[in-house]
C-alpha cells in the first residue's frame, strides 16, 4: 500500500509556477516515513521519493535543523522528530469537523458496542480522522487516528471514489488500473457496484479482512473537503445482515453530522 507520487504529479508540482520546488520535495520526504518505514536512510528515502541522492541530502539535513527529523549517525538513518507529531495534535484539536462530529460518532458507537470512524482522501489512500472502537468481538487489527488504508479495497475509499468529481474519479481509478493490473477487472465491477451502491442508498459495503464487515457513507458539503463515515463489526455474518442492521443508524449519523457542521458555520 503506497501514496508515492506519481511521475505526473511530480512533474506538475515542480513544473507548477506558483509552488516552491524545494518545499514540496521536502515534503514528500517527510511522507517517506510511515509505520514499518520509521526509519530510513538516504538512499531509501530517495527511492521512495524518486528524487536524486544529493537532492534528499541536502533536504534531510535542512529537515534535521530544523528540528523535524532526527539523524542517527550509528545507522546512517532518520526518523521523524517530536515536533511532526505536535502538528497532528493541533490539527486534531482545531478541527471543527472533529469537534462536531466525534462526540456523535463516540454516542453511536457505545450504543451500539460498534466501531465508528470518520475519513478523508489522501493520493490513493484513506487516512482517519478518528476513529472509536466498541465492538464486542477483540478485534486482531487496531485503528487510530491517522491511520492509513487503502481506496480501492475499504469501504471508505469506494465510498469516496462514488462522490468525487469525474475528473479526479478518471485520475485515481486510472491510477489503481496500473497499480492492480491482475485484479482489475473484479476490482472495476466492485468500485462501480459501490457507487451505484451510493447513488441509490447513500452508503456501500466492504468486507476485506475476514470476518470484518464495514459500511461507509460519504459527507458532502459545500466548501468542505469530502468526509466518509463507517461503522464496521466483527462478526460472522455476511454483508447484507450487517447492511440491514447498521445501514439505518450510520445514515442518521451522517444526517446529524451534516446538521453539527451546519450548525457549527452558522
Not at 2 to 24: A, C, F, G, I, Y
Not at 224 to 230: A, D, E, S
Request: hydrophobic share 45%.
Amino acid at each position: 500500500m503506497s501514496s508515492t507520487p506519481s511521475k505526473t504529479q511530480r512533474r506538475q508540482h515542480h513544473e507548477d509556477p506558483l509552488l516552491n520546488r524545494s518545499l514540496v520535495r521536502g515534503v514528500e520526504i517527510l511522507r517517506a516515513f510511515r509505520p514499518g518505514a520509521d526509519q530510513l536512510g538516504n538512499g531509501e528515502i530517495a527511492e521512495r521519493t524518486q528524487l536524486s541522492r544529493a537532492t534528499v541530502s541536502r533536504l534531510t539535513q535542512t529537515l534535521v535543523e530544523c528540528g523535524l527529523l532526527e539523524h542517527d549517525r550509528g545507522r546512517r538513518s532518520y526518523r521523524l522528530a517530536t515536533p511532526v507529531l505536535s502538528f497532528a495534535h493541533a490539527m486534531r484539536a482545531g478541527s471543527p469537523v472533529l469537534g462536531a462530529v466525534a462526540p456523535l460518532m463516540r454516542t453511536l458507537a457505545e450504543k451500539l458496542r460498534i466501531n465508528v470512524g470518520l475519513a478523508t482522501a489522501d493520493r490513493d489512500e484513506m487516512v482517519y480522522l478518528e476513529s472509536f472502537r466498541f465492538n464486542r468481538k477483540v478485534a486482531l487489527r487496531s485503528v487510530v487516528a491517522g491511520q492509513r488504508v487503502p481506496m480501492e479495497l475499504t469501504s471508505l475509499g469506494r465510498a469516496y471514489l462514488a462522490v468525487v468529481d469525474a475528473a479526479q474519479r478518471s485520475k485515481l481509478m486510472e491510477h489503481l488500473h496500473q497499480r492492480r493490473p491482475a485484479d482489475w477487472p473484479q476490482l472495476r465491477k466492485a468500485l462501480d457496484a459501490a457507487k451505484l451502491s451510493v447513488e441509490t442508498r447513500g452508503y456501500c459495503a466492504a468486507s476485506w479482512q475476514p470476518e470484518v464487515v464495514a459500511i461507509a457513507a460519504p459527507l458532502v458539503l459545500p466548501d468542505r473537503p469530502i468526509y466518509v463515515l463507517n461503522v464496521s463489526v466483527r462478526t460472522p455474518a455476511g454483508i447484507a445482515a450487517t447492511e440491514a442492521q447498521l445501514s439505518g443508524p450510520l445514515l442518521t449519523l451522517c444526517e446529524q453530522a451534516k446538521a453539527a457542521l451546519w450548525a457549527a458555520d452558522a
